[in-house]
């Protein structure tokens, strides 16, 4: 069993920067692709980005390329994703997740989930 926590969500203006990180316990990440996904109330869950366990392989979805960076510490269980040039359709609960399987956008793909963290963009 994995429990994720997210965490570094908040408010920011237009144009600004968050750091996103996602803490592991119970048992490592080294072994898990790990994911960042996204939702609005009423939509469905959105990929955002993933990274491979184990060379660091990235994937992003392409409202997101160039901005956003995946990144990964297996020392610390920890996984981030850096948030440049923020938009305000970057707004969303932001979820990240562990998978079996590499660069999959689907969230039927991933087995442990944490509980989310806000991230508002104000224009």
């Known amino acids: 069993q994995v429990q994720l926590v997210e965490s570094g969500g908040g408010l920011v203006q237009a144009g600004g920067s968050l750091r996103l990180s996602c803490a592991a316990s119970?048992?490592?990440?080294?072994?898990?692709?790990m994911g960042w996904f996204r939702q609005n109330a009423g939509k469905e869950r959105e990929f955002v980005a993933a990274i491979s366990w184990n060379i660091g392989r990235t994937r992003y979805a392409d409202s997101v390329k160039g901005r956003f960076t995946i990144s990964r510490d297996n020392a610390k269980n920890t996984v981030y994703l850096q948030m440049n040039t923020l938009k305000p359709e970057d707004t969303a609960v932001y979820y990240c997740a562990a998978s079996t399987g590499w660069g999959r956008v689907d969230p039927a793909g991933y087995v442990y989930w944490g509980q989310g963290t806000q991230v508002t963009v104000s224009s």
């Open positions: 119970g048992r490592t990440l080294s072994s898990y692709d």
